[in-house]
């Protein structure tokens, strides 16, 4: 009973007693589960979250220019070097969030599985792997490759790296953690129930990565191999190049402790986060975030000034993310239709929203940080998001922009 005990002694201290509401009739196994659930999960963040008001409120917002082509071109080989020098001594890891359902793309499965092939499978794991490969036959190294999957996906992820051989990727070298999650609320900050056992949750958000690593164990593993610089990147880009040698180095040779990877945007409204200063250190505005004063500023140079996107391919020191992880990252409160169980204990899917999902952006990862590289790369050979089934940043346009970089499909 010390368990129960202990569950309820927190759910008291947090004012979150109704969990165990349904806890009598719960079979052994559920009681267990729950009880599980219970201790996992954090609860001391919300009322501090909601307590700030939801989004804490942006600071003064002003231009970063870019590490651009012509300057990385004329630096190339330098960089190169620096980076394959780094990769060699086992100082870089590549960091997959793939935590993703292929819901938006008409599949049941993790995104990581989704077939993009025409005339034969072509995962977009198998092109992930395929595109960090390059780099470990270019290096003579193994990249190690920490792979984020959620509670829903990670049983299926982790089978199907197994069935199809890991792609040719060491085994070894890959290693698994789950996404923390975070409880979902209603407006007042009283956990909703998703199932008379189960607290609904959701995942932490893209920020929520590291601690992630350190939660699962994995961070020990980070350390006992010497990492330095971990390359976080998102699982939907087909042709984002990972651990990209020219990217570390230049990141080293400027002494940042971040870089992140940036297109030139299509258009001033384009749906992607543009680096930025925000009170004078280095940032990221959200596309929702742009006014349109901030979308036609213009730079020294005449052109705009908001004008280089985040394509979620981040480089970050781990001895600087251990620092600010302590230091806990700000916490974004949004506005969610959230399932839940009503007072008879039936399952609600409302059509508005109806309560508070909270997660960390790594834009406040990038914050938190003293200096970070934005570092431009050719979007016609880096950036091919699959986010949709047709249109925009969809299978269909991820498809061209690989047969115009030569990737049969």
């Known amino acids: 009973m010390a368990k129960y005990e202990e569950a309820v002694a927190k759910l008291e201290e947090y004012g979150q007693t109704h969990v165990l509401k349904y806890y009598g009739e719960l079979p052994k196994e559920e009681k267990e589960a729950l009880l599980q659930q219970i201790e996992a999960t954090d609860l001391s963040f919300i009322k501090g979250a909601l307590e700030q008001g939801g989004q804490a409120p942006r600071g003064k917002i002003e231009p970063l220019g870019a590490m651009e082509l012509s300057e990385i071109g004329e630096n190339k080989e330098t960089f190169r070097q620096i980076g394959l020098d780094a990769i060699r001594e086992g100082k870089v890891a590549a960091v997959l969030l793939a935590g993703g359902m292929g819901t938006r793309l008409g599949s049941d499965n993790p995104k990581c599985m989704y077939n993009i092939g025409l005339t034969k499978p072509v995962y977009i794991m198998q092109r992930l792997i395929e595109n960090l490969q390059d780099v470990v036959k270019e290096a003579g190294r193994t990249v190690p490759l920490f792979i984020m999957t959620s509670e829903k996906n990670h049983d299926a992820t982790v089978n199907f790296m197994k069935e199809m051989d890991n792609f040719g990727y060491d085994p070894e070298l890959i290693f698994y953690f789950v996404q923390d999650m975070a409880p979902a609320t209603d407006y007042n900050g009283k956990v909703y129930m998703e199932a008379k056992n189960r607290i609904a949750t959701s995942p932490n958000g893209n920020g929520g990565w590291f601690v992630s690593m350190a939660k699962c164990g994995v961070l020990d593993k980070v350390k006992e191999l010497g990492i330095e610089w971990l390359n976080a990147f998102a699982v939907d880009n087909v042709l984002q190049r990972i651990a990209d040698p020219v990217f570390v180095g230049a990141t080293i040779a400027r002494n940042c402790a971040s870089g992140a990877k940036v297109v030139r945007k299509v258009a001033k409204d384009e749906k992607v986060g543009a680096m930025c200063l925000e009170d004078g250190r280095p940032s990221i505005v959200e596309y929702y975030d742009m006014t349109e004063e901030l979308m036609d500023a213009k730079n020294e140079k005449g052109e705009p000034a908001y004008n280089f996107g985040v394509i979620m391919n981040y480089l970050f020191r781990e001895s600087d993310l251990e620092k600010i992880m302590n230091d806990r990252l700000p916490l974004h409160v949004v506005e969610k239709k959230i399932p839940y169980l ?52 969809s299978v269909e346009s991820a498809r061209e922009l690989c047969r115009q970089n030569g990737i049969e499909l």
């Open 342 to 393: 009503d007072e008879d204990g039936n399952l609600v899917k409302p059509e508005e929203p109806n309560g508070y999902k909270y997660e960390q952006l790594v834009l406040d990862m990038i914050h938190e940080l003293d200096t970070c590289l934005p570092f431009e790369v050719a979007r016609e050979h880096e950036f091919a998001p699959i986010k949709n089934k047709t249109g925009v940043d």
